[in-house]
């Protein structure tokens, strides 16, 4: 069984730091493909990062570009969201979401994780 665990989450002021982190276990990790999606209330659910099996592949948002960035730890089942120079519109719930042997473009995502809250003061 998959389990998508996040965490790392909370409150920063606006440009401060916050780093997410997604474990992703019960499967071979290098076969996930996986991504981050953030939510506010009242709106849809929307990409920010994603990250190929390898890490050679990754994509951002356009708002995000610069300022995020994902990695991956194959050793430690775990991807990285390092997200710098935070702004109030960052804020949100952040999910982690995983394919297993697919892309991170194949947004019908297999696994997801529960979110986390970040917040961000201005």
């Known amino acids: 069984q998959v389990h998508v665990e996040e965490s790392g989450g909370g409150l920063v002021q606006a440009g401060g730091s916050l780093r997410l982190s997604c474990v992703v276990s019960?499967?071979?990790?290098?076969?996930?493909?996986i991504c981050w999606l953030r939510q506010v209330p009242g709106k849809e659910r929307e990409f920010v990062a994603g990250?190929?099996?390898?890490?050679?592949?990754?994509n951002y948002a356009d708002s995000v570009k610069g300022r995020f960035t994902i990695s991956r730890d194959n050793a430690k089942n775990t991807v990285y969201l390092q997200m710098n120079n935070l702004k109030p519109e960052d804020a949100a719930v952040y999910y982690c979401?995983?394919?297993?042997?697919?892309?991170?473009?194949?947004?019908?995502?297999?696994?997801w994780g529960q979110g986390l809250q970040v917040a961000v003061s201005s």
């Open positions: 979401a995983a394919n297993f042997l697919r892309r991170i473009s194949q947004s019908n995502y297999d696994y």
């Open positions: 019960g499967r071979t990790f290098s076969s996930f493909a």
């Open positions: 990250i190929g099996q390898s890490g050679g592949e990754v």
